[in-house]
């Protein structure tokens, strides 16, 4: 089975400050992982993505996350956090079988502090 | 390129009655998706279509059935609305290549009063 734990309902950072949201995953098959994100009143974006390859991976808006097996982590960061990152964000693990389906953490909402 | 389209964007509905949300892609995915979102419990899936002419329980099914109209098209009703219902409903489509990713529609905000 998978399953997906974000620590942290709530985070705040400071305009300009690291931005640092938590995953961990547990999965019976090799883990494919993605952050989203979600702005008020709209649907889920893709952020970024892991599959295969290259651990540390890059997504849109300055954001990355690191796949570390080993911790069975995939924490987002961003060096420098912006006003307009305010979001919340939901990490995801692939599940297994055929229909292509996620399991979504319960999110993290993240607030920017001017 | 419209991307996943959901209508309507907000519904109200009385105990007891029925509606349909209408989801429709024109990303050529194979596979879609109903889910619910509710504060703090992430997105639940609802039900999913892995392929056109199939669909399939997700975890909460009560209370939900839907159709896969054709490759574009995934519906979600409602036969008896109640107020447990009361949620923010995603549609999602995924292309059904090796990574997974899901793409989102807008969402329905639907209240059940």
């Known amino acids: 089975a998978q399953s997906v734990t974000q620590l942290g309902s709530h985070v705040s950072v400071s305009e300009g400050a690291l931005v640092l949201l938590r995953c961990n995953y547990s999965?019976?098959?090799?883990?494919?992982l993605f952050w989203y994100v979600q702005y008020p009143n709209q649907g889920l974006q893709l952020l970024l993505k892991?599959?295969?390859?290259?651990?540390l991976v890059k997504g849109i808006n300055g954001f990355e996350a690191e796949f570390k097996k080993s911790e069975t982590s995939f924490h987002l960061t961003k060096p420098s956090a912006h006003m307009s990152d305010a979001a919340e964000y939901f990490c995801?693990?692939?599940?297994?079988?055929?229909?292509?389906?996620?399991?979504f953490g319960s999110g993290t909402q993240l607030t920017v502090l001017p | 390129n419209a991307g996943v389209t959901q209508t309507p964007k907000f519904q109200v509905l009385k105990t007891g009655q029925s509606m349909t949300l209408q989801c429709a892609q024109d990303?050529?995915?194979?596979?879609m998706y109903w889910y619910r979102q509710d504060p703090g419990m992430g997105l639940r899936l609802i039900y999913y279509?892995?392929?056109?002419?199939?669909?399939d329980k997700g975890e909460v099914p009560n209370g939900y059935n839907v159709s896969r109209l054709n490759k574009r098209e995934f519906s979600l009703r409602l036969e008896s609305a109640a107020p447990s219902q009361t949620s923010v409903y995603f549609c999602?489509?995924?292309?059904?290549?090796?990574?997974?990713?899901?793409?989102f529609g807008p969402g329905t905000r639907l209240t059940v009063t």
């Open positions: 995801a693990v692939r599940r297994s079988g055929s229909a292509r389906q996620l399991t």
């Open positions: 892991y599959t295969t390859g290259a651990t």
């Open positions: 279509s892995a392929s056109e002419g199939t669909t």
């Open positions: 999602a489509g995924s292309a059904g290549t090796v990574s997974y990713e899901q793409y």
């Open positions: 999965s019976s098959v090799p883990p494919y």
């Open positions: 990303m050529n995915h194979n596979s």
